[in-house]
Nanobody, 125 residues
């Protein structure tokens, strides 16, 4: 699975962005997916995850109620809608896919086998 993240940019606090992650291959609908982020000088942080069919999601407390993860299996794409952005959301955002043998999505970065290249999100105050 190859992943290509896009949609990052510079936005003012309170604004919105939608990140996209396009996946190659024919197994996308069988991969649980996740979004993670990494701010300068910090470790990789879980943001949101979604199961194969898209009917189960999980969010970090820091983004709950502001971000939404959803997927389009026909289009091989997973999205992260980010609303009411805050300066502390500034980071490089990565999408990731679990091995297709694991149906359960996860907040643990080491349980993901495939990673996109990251897209920068900068929120100004």
């Amino acid at each position: 699975v190859q992943l290509q993240a896009s949609g990052g940019g510079l936005v003012q606090a309170g604004g919105s962005l939608r990140l996209s992650c396009a996946a190659s291959g024919r197994t996308f609908s069988r991969n649980a997916m996740g979004w993670f982020r990494q701010a300068p000088g910090k470790g990789r942080e879980f943001v949101a995850s979604i199961n194969r069919s898209g009917d189960s999601t999980y969010y970090a407390d820091s983004v709950k109620g502001r971000f939404a993860i959803f997927r389009d299996n026909a289009g091989n794409t997973v999205y992260l809608q980010m609303n009411n952005l805050k300066p502390e959301d500034t980071a490089v955002y990565y999408c990731a896919a679990r091995n297709l043998y694991y149906s359960v999505h996860s907040p643990r970065f080491y349980e993901y086998d495939y990673w996109g290249q990251g897209t920068q999100v900068t929120v100004s105050s």
